[in-house]
């Protein structure tokens, strides 16, 4: 072959191959970029979580007004509904609060918020309806195009108000059914949010689920997010606490996790 042919055919391996870094390049950087997803949240309003209840909704204000200001790195919500995790009876479904309802509020007033609707006053934790719940507004608001984050404030622990199967026990986690989530989306993910270790075990090994990803952040990690806050520092500069929040909380689950 010439000199001239393999001149040529260096430079279109050369060219190539800066093409396929340029695409590896892109793809890191989309893949490491925050992903404004649909939020929805649910705190827990049973009287079994009132021993979290008080640090989860201080903390809940500052996650809301993090993501809502784009803070620390945290990607707006798409959409946001915040509603009641529990009842007085089964099947008792509770209102979703929008996402307008937290514009223009600072995070004392979102806390302040949070816990006037949601009172920890309600005998059962219904993790079902809740699903249900989400499931039947994505498809009556048409979100099924972007990633659905579905936040769990609670200790986890499923209730079953019919008597037949203790509260807690690995028959009461099988009940859960996160079925009506498999399909809303290509990326869903559950995370739980201050249970123990041993409920977020039985949250991955005992709750079905087929597409739908999972993360859980134990209390004794929750409640730590008070050391990470800088004093006498806004909350756009607390750089150390929106590190942790995205690190602990939002971490970004794989797919088959």
Same mark, same amino acid.
């Given at each position: 072959?010439?000199?001239?042919? *393999?001149s040529?055919?260096? =430079?279109l391996?050369?060219?190539?191959?800066? $093409?396929?870094?340029? *695409?590896? #390049?892109?793809a890191?950087?989309?893949?490491?970029?925050?992903?404004? $997803?649909?939020?929805?949240v649910?705190? +827990?309003? $049973?009287?079994?979580?009132r021993?979290?209840?008080d640090d989860?909704?201080?903390?809940?204000?500052?996650?809301?007004?993090?993501?809502?200001?784009?803070?620390?790195?945290?990607?707006k919500?798409?959409d946001?509904?915040?509603?009641?995790?529990?009842?007085?009876?089964?099947?008792?479904p509770k209102s979703?609060?929008?996402?307008?309802?937290?514009?223009?509020r600072?995070?004392?007033?979102?806390e302040? @918020?949070?816990?006037?609707?949601?009172p /920890?006053? +309600?005998?059962?934790?219904?993790?079902?309806?809740f699903?249900?719940?989400?499931?039947? %507004?994505?498809?009556?608001?048409?979100?099924v195009?972007a990633?659905?984050?579905?936040m *769990?404030?609670? +200790?986890?622990? /499923?209730?079953?108000p019919?008597?037949?199967?203790?509260s807690? $026990? /690995?028959? #009461?986690?099988?009940?859960? @059914?996160?079925s009506?989530? +498999?399909y809303?989306?290509?990326?869903v993910?559950?995370?739980?949010?201050?249970?123990?270790?041993?409920?977020?075990?039985?949250?991955?090994?005992?709750?079905?689920?087929?597409?739908?990803r999972? !993360?859980a952040?134990?209390?004794d990690?929750?409640?730590?997010? &008070?050391?990470?806050m800088? /004093?006498? %520092?806004?909350?756009?500069?607390q750089? &150390?606490?929106w590190? !942790?929040?995205?690190?602990n909380?939002d971490?970004?689950?794989r =797919?088959?996790?």
């Amino acid at each position: 072959m010439s000199g001239l042919g *393999v001149s040529l055919i260096a =430079r279109l391996v050369a060219a190539a191959l800066l $093409s396929a870094a340029v *695409v590896v #390049s892109a793809a890191e950087t989309e893949d490491n970029k925050p992903q404004r $997803s649909t939020l929805f949240v649910g705190v +827990d309003t $049973s009287g079994s979580f009132r021993f979290a209840y008080d640090d989860a909704l201080t903390f809940l204000g500052y996650y809301l007004y993090g993501h809502m200001h784009e803070l620390g790195g945290l990607a707006k919500p798409r959409d946001l509904f915040v509603t009641a995790i529990g009842g007085r009876d089964n099947n008792e479904p509770k209102s979703f609060h929008p996402i307008h309802d937290f514009n223009n509020r600072d995070v004392k007033q979102i806390e302040a @918020d949070l816990r006037k609707w949601f009172p /920890p006053t +309600d005998n059962l934790t219904d993790f079902n309806v809740f699903f249900q719940q989400i499931a039947r %507004t994505v498809k009556e608001r048409n979100l099924v195009l972007a990633p659905i984050t579905v936040m *769990v404030v609670s +200790d986890g622990v /499923p209730d079953v108000p019919d008597g037949t199967i203790k509260s807690g $026990s /690995p028959a #009461s986690y099988q009940r859960i @059914d996160l079925s009506p989530l +498999d399909y809303l989306s290509k990326n869903v993910t559950v995370r739980l949010a201050y249970a123990n270790p041993t409920v977020g075990n039985n949250w991955r090994k005992l709750v079905k689920r087929d597409r739908v990803r999972f !993360w859980a952040v134990e209390y004794d990690v929750m409640k730590g997010w &008070r050391a990470q806050m800088r /004093p006498d %520092t806004d909350l756009a500069h607390q750089d &150390r606490f929106w590190k !942790w929040v995205r690190e602990n909380v939002d971490y970004r689950v794989r =797919r088959g996790a």
